[in-house]
Nanobody, 122 residues
Framework: QVQLVDTGGGLVQAGGSLRLSCAAS????????MGWFRQAPGNEREFVAV???????YYADSVKGRFTISRDNAKNTVYLQMNSLKPEDTAVYYC????????????????WGQGTQVTVSS
């Protein structure tokens, strides 16, 4: 089992920044690729970014150049730095752990955080 706790969401104006964190406990963190997904009201959960243990990463086109995923294996934590935020980035953000990389689909992920709300005002 892997337990994931997402934190760092909040309310920010368009153009602002937020950093999300996801703390993991349980099985060996470095064995998993770590992803971030988001879900806006009425929409399906969508892929945002994923990072492998060695730091290799992929991003959704919608966030490329604005968001940066990183991880600290010593602290069992993955981060999502979000810059130049837009109102359309408003969603609940979830971190997740997968045995596969790269993984863009929710079905590829075994463990999920509880989610953290990000709201971007215009």
């Amino acid at each position: 089992q892997v337990q994931l706790v997402d934190t760092g969401g909040g309310l920010v104006q368009a153009g602002g920044s937020l950093r999300l964190s996801c703390a993991a406990s349980g099985r060996t963190f470095s064995n998993y690729a770590m992803g971030w997904f988001r879900q806006a009201p009425g929409n399906e959960r969508e892929f945002v970014a994923v990072i492998r243990s060695d730091g290799s990463s992929y991003y959704a086109d919608s966030v490329k150049g604005r968001f940066t995923i990183s991880r600290d294996n010593a602290k069992n934590t993955v981060y999502l730095q979000m810059n130049s935020l837009k109102p359309e980035d408003t969603a609940v953000y979830y971190c997740a752990a997968s045995r596969f990389y790269p993984s863009y689909y929710t079905t590829s992920y075994d463990y999920w955080g509880q989610g953290t709300q990000v709201t971007v005002s215009s």
